[in-house]
């Protein structure tokens, strides 16, 4: 509570207090997020245990609405699975392959971003070639290419594959604007005074970076990364709704959504709009929340 209150009291707690639009959006991540992290306490049923499906619950419409059976509130899906379990259990896959995708795009970006910007000369301009080359390379492409090589090396390990599948598509092609980003600070950072300082006292080029330039260049990093955050997950649905990600048996958002699509048209528009609308709650309020954070880190509209 101590950090909390300490943190509630600077510039970017009181910015927060401050905004309605920040703590509303908090608020929405925060039960998103909570939903799915502790799905197998909250949800109401298991979609992955295969024992308490019944085909005859297929496409039931929700509790509410006339015709609606049992305690599927919001209706159930072609295998007859409860729509409300599996989104919570949709939305922590989604927030996984977003989450660690985002990560390891922050590593090798901001790792590569330093060498570019502080050392300067062919390895920054090999560097920036490459993130030339990667921006040529959409994720969905990129998705496709690493979906057959693994589909042919790995037949038998359709669902580990599809997780690596979106994993590494995913990272592949983020990683260029953290490096980039990092980069860009850097040229700046290196030639302040506390860099120079460091220099002739001896420091060794390495600790600098990792002493005294990463610290002054995170705070675009972050705001990226919470960005970014929002968009691997818009990245996975859009793969698995073209059925380069995760199987059907593992209800991502993106799945739902492909396989509510086929029954749209017919009548049974709960199994597509709700993962639509889980999509769109989870992705809005992280970009609310990053907008948020970058007006705060920002000197100049303070």
Known sequence: MGVLSKWLDSDVGYSFKTSPMAIAAAVV???CIFCAVFAGFVAPHNPFDLTTLELSDARLPPAWIEGG??????????????????????ARISLA???????????????????AGFLGGWIDTLLMRICDVMLSFPPIL????????????FPNAHTSVAFGVLIISITLTGWVQYARTVRGT??????????????????????????HVLPNVLGPVMVLATIQVATAIITEATLSFLGVGVPPTSPSLGTLI???????????WWITVWPGLMLILIALSVNLLGDWLRDALNPRLR
């Open 29 to 31: 991540a925060f039960i």
């Open 69 to 90: 059976k049992g305690s599927f509130f919001l209706g159930t899906d072609d295998q007859g699975r409860d729509i409300l379990s599996a989104l919570m259990y949709g």
């Open 97 to 115: 392959v977003g989450i660690i995708s985002v990560i390891l795009s922050v590593l090798i970006g901001v790792t590569l971003g330093l060498l």
């Open 142 to 153: 990129v998705a496709l290419l690493i979906a057959g090589v693994g589909r042919a090396m």
């Open 186 to 211: 850097t040229l700046v950072e290196r030639n302040k005074e506390y860099v120079q300082a460091a220099r002739v006292t001896g420091v060794a080029s390495h600790r600098i970076m990792l002493r």
């Open 258 to 268: 492909r396989v509510g699509n086929d029954y749209l048209f017919s009548g049974e």
